[in-house]
Nanobody
Framework: QVQLAESGGGSAQAGGSLRLSCAVSEYTYMPLCMAWFRQVSGREREGVATIFREDSSTFYDKSVKGRFTISQDSARSTLYLQMDSLQPEDTGMYYC?????????????????????WGKGALVTISS
């Protein structure tokens, strides 16, 4: 069993930055595909970025590539999402998620059903 807890949501002006964190708790370490998803008002939950826990390889949705950076700490127990050049359309609830997997990337990012574990979410609000 894996438990995920987000922190760091909040408000910012357009063009500003925020960083989200996700604490990963588990009884036994396991390979995971870690991801950030977001749900914007009126739209389905969509994948933002993934990182494979074993080798830190990353994949981004085109809407955030070059602006957002997903990373993990050296202990592989905390996931981060650094968000720069934020825009009002980035406003939404951001969720940390994880899948028991031996790989990661686009197929996980584009199908939220692949995720086995979810955090409760962190609200991000960007004003123009």
């Amino acid at each position: 069993q894996v438990q995920l807890a987000e922190s760091g949501g909040g408000s910012a002006q357009a063009g500003g930055s925020l960083r989200l964190s996700c604490a990963v708790s588990e009884y036994t370490y396991m390979p995971l595909c870690m991801a950030w998803f977001r749900q914007v008002s009126g739209r389905e939950r969509e994948g933002v970025a993934t990182i494979f826990r074993e080798d830190s390889s990353t994949f981004y949705d085109k809407s955030v590539k070059g602006r957002f950076t997903i990373s993990q700490d050296s202990a592989r127990s905390t996931l981060y999402l650094q968000m720069d050049s934020l825009q009002p359309e980035d406003t939404g609830m951001y969720y940390c998620a994880a899948a028991r997997a031996t790989g990661c990337g686009a197929s996980f990012l584009r199908n939220r059903a692949t995720m086995h574990y979810w955090g409760k979410g962190a609200l991000v609000t960007i004003s123009s």
